[in-house]
């Protein structure tokens, strides 16, 4: 009965998590697309966080109709003269000047000219970046820049990996590696470089646990291959992550709001080159797309980020939720630049693919692509998102289910 209750509580725990980050972010995309058309005069049907039946909504004294889906994959926000939530296409297309003009007047939004319409759909992924820049200098100000010395802090254990040569040897989490084969280890440093020079030796290792010493024999394990930010193949594995470090031993400089922001920039635009390296190397044949993740993988990622909050050091109700409230933050900040840089993907049916048909109808003096082509254009868009869906979910599950693959 424990075990069942515990996996209730994780999965409460995993779907909450995933619910409150994607609806934050879903919410702060939509609601860039809805501030710039309400500036610019277009008229809003409906701001909606979630797909499918309506939960709960109301309409605002504008008219909008503010509601909440059942399925919280995304959200959408329908103008007045909307064929469809993705904006696709009018319910009426409009030929005639004098009518053209009068609908630009009631603010239908596929009557306004190409400036507007632009605007309105960049302001959707541009406001995910600005988002993701002032959430990450939140977490600046609030935890200050880590200066902690870690050449300081001994080689003390965070992780030890199931049926790795450290958990095979005996060791475990909090264990701090004093010596190998009688030479002193002043930190994770040393630990690192002695133990990858060692594939499949012996080694005599010195711990000390709990303040006593104990000593153990463990023999690294020959890395298999090399990955971006681990061992090279061949190098000597113990199956250990680390150093871990205790709240005493860290040390953080506080953040002025200008050093705050440019911090917020900086790490908001680390990952959108990151993004775009790694997209590259894909086309390049350099990487594999095994990293693309799904919503299962989101759920996964949250339901952790969740959890490693809650079970923090600090004790008190409100210390957790402030935690937790943070490192949700933090990983809605990284989702966030994510979101915006798939939307500017020159893909029909999102945004960067409205951008591209507006862009075509500009260089064609203000006449749009016909409805057919753009008919074609957008089920091939569809096609592709689907098979990009398919391909992260596929991903997700074989990160998840080993035996899937």
């Keep these: 009965m424990p075990d069942v209750l515990q996996g209730i509580q994780d999965l409460v725990i995993y779907l909450g998590a995933f619910v409150v980050v994607l609806s934050v972010v879903v919410f702060v995309h939509e609601f860039g697309h809805f501030q710039v058309a309400r500036w610019r005069g277009v008229a809003i049907d409906t701001f909606s966080i979630g797909f499918g039946k309506t939960l709960f909504g109301w309409r605002d004294k504008q008219g909008v109709q503010w509601k909440i889906g059942a399925l919280p994959l995304g959200g959408y926000v329908k103008f007045a003269d909307d064929a469809d939530a993705m904006s696709t296409a009018p319910r009426e297309k409009i030929e005639d000047p004098a009518a053209l003009a009068e609908a630009r007047k009631r603010g239908l939004f596929h009557a306004q000219p190409l400036s507007t319409r632009s605007l309105v759909v960049a302001a959707g992924p541009l406001t995910n970046f600005v988002f993701s820049i002032l959430g990450f200098a939140t977490l600046a100000l609030v935890w200050g820049k880590d200066v902690t010395d870690y050449s300081s802090i001994p080689a003390r254990i965070g992780t030890v990996a199931e049926n790795g040569a450290a958990a095979d040897a005996g060791l475990r989490p909090n ?32 711990v000390e646990r709990n303040g006593g010493a104990l000593t153990l024999t463990v023999t690294p394990r020959r890395a298999p291959a090399a990955t971006a930010d681990g061992p090279r193949a061949g190098q000597g594995i113990l199956g250990v992550q680390g150093p871990l470090v205790l709240p005493t031993e860290r040390q953080f400089e506080r953040y002025g709001v200008v050093d705050a922001i440019g911090v917020g920039a900086r790490n908001t635009w680390g990952i959108v080159d990151q993004t775009a390296a790694y997209i590259g190397a894909i086309f390049a044949g350099r990487e594999s797309g095994d990293q693309i993740a799904g919503p299962l993988g989101i759920v996964n990622v949250s339901g952790q980020v969740a959890s490693s909050a809650l079970s923090g050091p600090d004790e008190s109700f409100f210390g957790k939720l402030g935690t937790l409230a943070l490192a949700l933050l933090g990983l809605a900040a990284v989702l966030s630049v994510a979101v915006g840089i798939v939307n500017l993907l020159p893909i029909p049916i999102l945004d960067g693919g409205h951008l591209l048909f507006y862009g075509i109808e500009a260089v064609r003096g203000g006449r749009p692509l016909p409805a057919s082509a753009q008919e074609w254009a957008y089920r091939a868009g569809f096609a592709v998102m689907a098979s990009l869906f398919l391909f992260a979910t596929w991903n997700d599950i074989t990160r998840l289910f080993p035996g899937a693959q």
Excluded: H, K, M
């Design 175 to 206: 264990d701090i590696i004093r010596t190998i084969n009688g030479a002193g280890i002043a930190n994770f440093t040393d630990l690192q470089r002695i133990v990858s020079a060692s594939a499949e030796q012996e080694l005599t290792v010195g």
